[in-house]
């Protein structure tokens, strides 16, 4: 019997032409999902290996400043930072975290110039005598310290745990508050003590009696910021200045330089290759005399220091009302001096001081004014005799030799210079006026480090402005939403005929 001629002599396939169309189709979502998959892990392990961030804390507290990445961007000698805490352990502690991330700037903008590494005493206890060849600097060392190092030279920096931020009792909880964040300004400040080439050196006096440094901590711990070294002489038992000191200090004085002492210092501060000098007084109660620091200063400088103590009557007022007896003055105006670049007439407090006296220019110097009373009813009471001068006082003063240049500060009080006196009424002027007379001693001297801010902590907040919340905000309602709606719809364009 013949076979129809109708029949398919094709094999009738498995898989019906549905499940196929639904299988190529299918497959194409799927390997369009892995492929973005894959895309977004890419992408996201790239981005890891960038050094990208936002810094949306408020005041970019994460931030270096201009000066600060210029600064590191132009380092031809490597520098080495080493935190003496381990970085895993640190990063649990919400204060080391900030420092941390900080530092992570240096290292970004530092290339192979800036090396920071984090070092446990407990794994390397003899990680600072390695690095710190000085026996006397390397004691001073202290877990959660600091090691600023040049690599080249070895000249190295100590940076304490506890200048990376200033803090501030709160009475009402009895806990410290960070009330901002010093951590750059600190670090920039080492950098550049490491990387210069003179450091000048100030010589706080210990033979007269001078006040303990401990007292002015706040005072020094600025210095340091600017660069300066800071260490302590007995001058009685001194045979000469040292070579390298720049500005020798006498803080309060209670006892007279000794005759020896006195023709050390005439012939220091009349020298070319001399230096300067500032001297911090307090008015003597108990009758006592500074005769040869006055006569030094008068032949030389024209400067004379009272024997008497100032009040006014506004302070007077206030002290019989219950309150500390304040002198109420102000900065003088000058085109030149150390308070040329001051704020105009910036205001002071002072207590306990007694007066200085500008002479006639008469001799080699050029004399002036840096702080007076603000009004003309301050009294100056000569301690000896009670004799009593009604006017303006003159509570700081300046003067330069002309022809060598030797320059001297001289204050009245040394009150507005002390931690407890500045930590109780916030004044800091008298320490501004201080630093701009070592300022203004070393002229040729520039810290690179002064223009740095602090960046005050506002409790954690976290602050977007401008242009990053723009972006931020342009990613989070649009971009980020148009690009999930795309995929969207390509896909459903290829589903949409199953």
Avoid at 161 to 167: H, I
Wanted: aromatic letters at 10%; glycine letters at 6%; one cysteine or more.
């Amino acid at each position: 019997m013949a076979k129809p001629e109708n029949i398919n002599n094709e094999k009738k396939s498995f898989f019906s032409e549905k499940t196929r169309r639904m299988f190529r189709f299918g497959s194409g979502s799927i390997l369009s999902l892995i492929a973005v998959v894959v895309l977004f892990v890419v992408v996201n392990v790239i981005l890891e290996q960038l050094p990208m961030s936002i810094d949306v804390s408020q005041n970019k507290m994460y931030s270096l400043s201009e000066e600060t990445i210029d600064k590191v961007e132009d380092l031809d000698t490597k520098i080495e930072i080493i935190a003496l805490y381990d970085r895993v352990r640190g990063e649990a502690d919400s204060q080391k975290a900030t420092i941390i991330r900080i530092l992570d700037q240096y290292e970004r903008y530092g290339g192979d110039m800036i090396d920071i590494s984090y070092v446990s005493l407990d794994d390397n206890p003899g990680i600072i005598a390695d690095k710190v060849p000085d026996a006397t600097l390397a004691s001073s060392f202290k877990e959660d310290d600091y090691i600023v190092r040049n690599t080249k030279t070895g000249r190295v920096q100590r940076i304490a745990a506890s200048r990376m931020f200033t803090m501030e009792l709160d009475y009402s909880s009895f806990q410290y508050n960070i009330v901002s964040v010093d951590t750059e300004q600190v670090v920039t400040s080492a950098i550049y003590y490491v990387m210069a080439e003179k450091i000048p050196v100030i010589y706080f006096s210990t033979s007269y009696g001078e006040d303990e440094l401990d007292d002015y901590k706040g005072l020094t711990d600025s210095l340091g910021i600017y660069n300066y070294d800071i260490k302590t002489i007995d001058l009685d038992v001194t045979e000469k200045i040292p070579e390298d000191a720049s500005i020798i200090v006498f803080m309060s004085p209670e006892r007279d330089l000794t005759d020896r002492m006195y023709n050390m210092m005439y012939d220091w501060l009349t020298r070319d290759d001399g230096g300067d000098a500032m001297f911090v007084f307090d008015p003597l109660l108990n009758g006592g005399k500074l005769a040869n620091f006055t006569r030094l200063l008068a032949e030389l400088f024209g400067l004379q220091v009272n024997n008497d103590i100032v009040t006014d009557v506004t302070g007077n007022q206030l002290a019989s009302a219950g309150k500390d007896s304040y002198i109420y003055a102000a900065s003088v105006e000058e085109e030149e001096g150390p308070l040329s670049d001051f704020t105009s007439s910036t205001k002071f407090y002072a207590f306990d001081s007694c007066s200085i006296k500008v002479l006639a220019p008469v001799g080699e110097y050029d004399a002036g004014k840096l702080i007076e009373t603000r009004g003309t009813e301050s009294t100056c009471t000569d301690i000896l005799t009670g004799e009593k001068i009604q006017g303006k006082a003159t509570l700081a003063a300046y003067s330069q030799r002309l022809n060598t240049n030797n320059r001297v500060a001289v204050f009245g009080s040394s009150q507005l210079l002390k931690d407890d006196v500045i930590n109780k009424y916030a004044n800091t002027n008298t320490v501004g006026t201080f630093i701009y007379s070592a300022f203004w001693m070393e002229d040729m001297f520039e810290s690179g480090a002064e223009d740095i801010e602090v960046k005050t902590n506002a409790g954690g907040i976290v602050a977007v402005s401008g242009t990053t919340s723009r972006w931020l905000a342009a990613f989070a309602i649009v971009i980020y939403p148009c690009l999930i709606i795309l995929l969207g719809v390509v896909i459903w364009l290829r589903r949409r005929h199953l």
